[in-house]
């Protein structure tokens, strides 16, 4: 387990108090949350917040990523809108389920919670977000294309990689007809880069298989050296003549 960058509990703490626990609990979900909540809800709708947007931009050390080859996970960052899901929990189980959101998205207090107005078909709810902030340690910055590939490509974690979690949630946003240019532009860099490397994987197991095979013999008639054949044994179709 890495160590804290923040004391979480704090935040925790803070987070119940300000849901105050006699109204059922709204979370806004737009990353791995959407394909893989891990807690029980009453309802689920598309939502639709203004001043943030889903960005593949925080490093991942052990869940996507390890040490030597950080992967990506997703944040919220500022600007811009994002659309996702709110999951309606009930307030009987609000409480245990914040602890247990705590224990997986919180445990080195690298997000700021907030609380944020989201837009659904039903009306507006009130819904805690996991938000990033630039000056976390964890914010990438701005990523090279390339760099993005090598990502994909190498970064590896205790849940997969980071191009597995990547696909993963562009197919759940497509499944619920959201439509992220973003991230299906990155996915898709990351299939150019599959399919230059099996290129290179054809024509390195061409150029082997050449390089274990003897040229075949070229004759040009007319020429003064000889044919192929003309360098055989000739045989006769009649008795030989012995001289005496």
């Known amino acids: 387990m890495p160590r804290p960058l923040r004391d979480p509990q704090p935040m925790l703490e803070q987070a119940i108090a300000d849901w105050g626990g006699r109204d059922d609990l709204w979370l806004f979900g737009y990353g791995s949350l959407i394909w893989r909540p ?29 040490v030597q080859t950080p992967g990506l996970v997703f944040g919220l960052l500022s600007g811009g809108s994002c659309r996702g899901m709110v999951f309606r929990v009930p307030s009987a189980h609000g409480l245990e389920t914040l602890r247990r959101l705590w224990l997986r998205e919180m ?27 630039r000056r ?60 230059e490397q099996e290129r290179e994987r054809q024509a390195a197991a061409g150029a082997a298989a050449d390089c274990g095979m003897p040229p075949a013999p070229v004759y040009v ?12 044994p000739q045989q006769s179709s009649g008795p030989s003549k012995e001289k005496p």
Not at 38 to 65: C, Q, T, Y
């Open 136 to 195: 976390s340690p964890n914010f990438t910055g701005e990523l090279s294309d390339e760099r993005y590939r090598h990502i994909f490509t190498h970064a590896v974690g205790r849940y997969g990689s980071s191009l597995d979690y990547a696909r993963q949630t562009l197919l759940e946003l497509r499944r619920h007809s959201i439509h992220d240019a973003a991230l299906a532009r990155l996915v898709a860099l990351a299939q150019e880069r599959q399919e």
């Open 38 to 66: 891990e807690f029980d809800f009453a309802e689920r709708r598309p939502a639709w917040v203004h001043g943030w947007h889903r960005a593949l931009k925080m490093w991942s050390r052990i869940n996507r990523g390890s």
């Open 221 to 232: 008639p007319g020429s003064p050296d000889k044919s192929p054949s003309s360098s055989l």
């Open 107 to 133: 445990p080195t207090g690298v997000y700021d919670p907030r609380w944020l107005n989201c837009t659904t078909p039903e009306g507006r709810v009130r819904a805690l977000a996991f938000t990033l902030s």
